[in-house]
C-alpha cells in the first residue's frame, strides 16, 4: 500500500518502487498485514487508574501542511516563578501495533516512512498512521505524555511520564503558524476558532525560544538547512522547493529535543535499557577546521560544538546571503547520526549537533520504529512490567534501524534526483551555481539551487572539495537512473 501525491507520470512510481526493492525496503504490506488491518476498526480505547483524562486541556498540533500522521500535541500551563508546564502528547501507536503482529513485523523491516517525490511509503498502513493511530483534530486519542515544567532560566526543572487520553482541538501549519509568530501574517483561522489557543501558542513559542537559546549556548548548532519539497500544479511535478525553518518548526523542534532528553533519563532511573540516537565527533573536522580558516576564523585543532557554534553565528551575521551553503557544508562534515544500545550506568556519547547527551528517540511512532520501540519500553516501565526487549535485541534494532535510515535516505535522494532529471531534461547546456557537497574516491557531488537537487561533476572535479563554490554546466539527465551530470564551467 502505497499512497502518491499524483507526480508527474509513472516514471517515477517505478523509480521509487524499484529504489525501494534495491534497498532492501518493502514497497508493499503483505497479505497477513492486511488482514489484521481488515480487523482494526476503532481507535484504541482503555480505562483504568493509570490513564489520564486530559482532554480538557488546548492540545494543537503542528505539522506539514499535507500531514496527517500526526505523532504528538502539545500545550502550556504557566506556573509560578516564571516556569512553564509544557506536555507533549505522543500517539499510543503500541495500542494497536502490537509487538510481533504482521503489521508490526512490517514496520520492523522498514523501520522508518519514506518519503518521495513519487510517493509515500508509509511505516504503518494509512488506515493507522493517519487516523486510528493518528492525533488527528477533533478526535480523542489514548497518548504517552511526556510533562516537563521549564524554569525562567530555560532547565527543565522537573519531569514525569504517564498515560492519558487527549483530544486535539486544532490541526495547525508550521509555514501558516510561522509567520504568525514571526508577525508576517495573520493568525491561522483554526488558531483563532479555538478561544485561548492564540495566547497558548505565544506561551508555547515564548518557552521554545529560551530553550533554542541555552541549547545554543551549550554549543547547539545553529545550522540553517532547507530540504528539497516537491511542488505540483494539478498533479504534474513542477519544481523541487527548499523548505525553509521558521518559528513554528522550531517550537515543536524544541519541545521534542527536551522530551527525548527526559524519555532517556526516565528509562535511565527506572533501569531499563533502550535505544539512545547519538551523534558522533566529526571525522572530517579537520575540513571544516580548513573552511573556517578561508573566511579568516581559527577553530581548535580537536572537534568542539561550543566553537563551531561560535563560528557559524559569526557567519549567519555576517555573511547571510551564503549561510546556507555553509550550513550544508558542515551537514555533510558531520556525519550521519545512529542509533545505539545504551544500558543503565553506561557511558554513552551524546548528540555532537543538539548539545545533548541524553537523548533517544520517541515522539514519532506512527513514523519511525525506534520511537515505538521505546514507547514499549516506556509503557512497560510505567505498568511495572519486565522489559519487552533483551539487550541483545535492542542491540540487533539499533543496527537495523540505522542501516534502514540510511536505505531510506537513499530512496528518496535517488527519487528526488530522478524528479530533478525530468525537471532538468530541457535544460542541457545550462549554468548553475552550486555547492560541492560529496568529494570521495567515488566522484564528486553539487548541489544547486533550482531546482534544489544534488548532480555528479562528471568533468573538471579535480580539486573539488565540501564547501567550494563552482559554475557547473548541465551535460546530460537520466530520469530512469537518476543521473544529473555536471561539468565544471
Not at 514525569?160 to 486535539?168: E, G, L, P, Q
Amino acid at each position: 500500500m502505497t499512497s502518491s501525491p499524483a507526480a508527474n507520470g509513472s516514471l517515477l512510481m517505478s523509480v521509487a518502487r524499484r529504489a525501494m526493492v534495491d534497498n532492501g525496503l518493502e514497497p508493499d504490506f503483505g497479505e497477513a498485514a492486511e488482514a489484521q488491518l481488515e480487523s482494526i476498526t476503532q481507535p484504541a480505547t482503555e480505562a483504568g487508574a493509570g490513564i489520564r483524562d486530559l482532554r480538557h486541556l488546548l492540545w494543537c498540533s503542528i505539522d506539514n501542511d499535507s500531514s496527517r500522521d500526526l505523532d504528538q500535541l502539545s500545550v502550556a500551563d504557566p506556573q509560578s516563578a516564571d516556569a512553564v508546564k509544557i506536555s507533549v502528547a505522543i500517539a499510543d501507536v503500541d495500542a494497536l501495533v502490537k509487538s510481533g503482529s504482521p503489521i508490526d513485523s512490517h514496520a520492523r523491516v522498514n523501520t522508518t516512512s519514506v518519503y518521495t517525490a513519487a510517493a509515500i511509503f508509509s511505516m504503518l498502513p494509512e488506515k493507522l498512521s493517519t487516523d486510528l493511530t493518528s492525533l488527528a483534530e477533533g478526535q480523542e486519542r489514548l497518548s504517552v505524555v511526556v510533562e516537563m515544567t521549564i524554569s525562567a532560566a530555560g532547565t527543565v526543572t522537573q519531569s514525569d511520564i504517564y498515560r492519558a487520553r487527549v483530544f486535539n482541538r486544532a490541526k495547525l501549519a508550521y509555514n501558516a503558524v510561522g509567520a504568525w509568530l514571526a508577525g508576517n501574517g495573520p493568525a491561522p483561522p483554526a488558531v483563532s476558532a479555538v478561544a485561548g489557543m492564540d495566547q497558548q501558542l505565544r506561551i508555547q513559542d515564548r518557552v521554545a525560544q529560551l530553550l533554542r537559546r541555552v541549547r545554543r549556548a551549550r554549543g547547539a548548532l545553529d545550522l540553517q538547512t532547507s530540504e528539497a519539497q516537491p511542488v505540483f500544479n494539478a498533479g504534474i511535478l513542477v519544481d523541487l522547493s527548499p523548505d525553509e525553518t521558521n518559528r513554528a518548526k522550531q517550537l515543536i523542534e524544541e519541545f521534542m529535543v527536551a522530551a527525548n532528553g527526559v524519555g532517556a533519563q526516565f528509562l535511565t532511573a527506572k533501569g531499563f535499557s533502550t535505544l539512545r540516537r547519538v551523534l558522533r565527533a566529526p571525522k572530517r573536522w579537520e575540513r571544516i577546521v580548513e573552511l573556517a580558516r578561508g573566511l579568516g576564523e581559527d577553530l581548535p585543532t580537536s572537534p568542539s560544538a561550543l566553537a563551531l557554534n561560535g563560528f557559524l553565528s559569526k557567519r549567519r551575521q555576517a555573511a547571510p546571503e551564503t549561510f546556507q551553503d555553509l550550513s550544508l557544508s558542515v551537514v555533510k562534515l558531520l556525519g550521519s547520526g545512529e542509533y545505539m544500545l545504551d544500558r543503565p550506568g553506561q557511558s554513552m556519547e551524546g548528540h555532537f549537533g543538539l548539545a545533548v547527551r541524553d537523548y533517544t528517540h520517541s515522539t514519532a511512532p506512527n513514523r519511525r520504529y525506534p520511537d515505538l520501540i521505546t514507547q514499549r519500553i516506556i509503557k512497560a516501565a510505567l505498568a511495572k512490567k519486565a522489559a519487552p526487549y533483551t539487550d541483545d535485541q535492542l542491540q540487533e534494532l539499533a543496527a537495523r534501524c540505522t542501516l534502514q535510515e540510511h536505505n531510506a535516505a537513499k530512496v528518496e535522494r535517488s527519487v528526488d534526483k530522478s524528479a530533478a532529471a525530468s525537471l532538468l531534461a530541457s535544460r542541457i547546456g545550462a549554468k548553475f551555481d552550486g555547492i560541492v557537497t560529496g568529494a570521495s574516491d567515488k566522484g564528486t557531488w553539487v548541489r544547486i539551487s533550482s531546482p534544489s537537487t544534488e548532480g555528479k561533476v562528471v568533468k573538471g572535479a579535480e580539486g573539488l572539495d565540501v564547501g567550494d563554490r563552482v559554475r557547473v554546466t548541465l551535460r546530460h539527465t537520466d530520469v530512469a537512473r537518476g543521473f544529473i551530470d555536471f561539468e565544471k564551467a
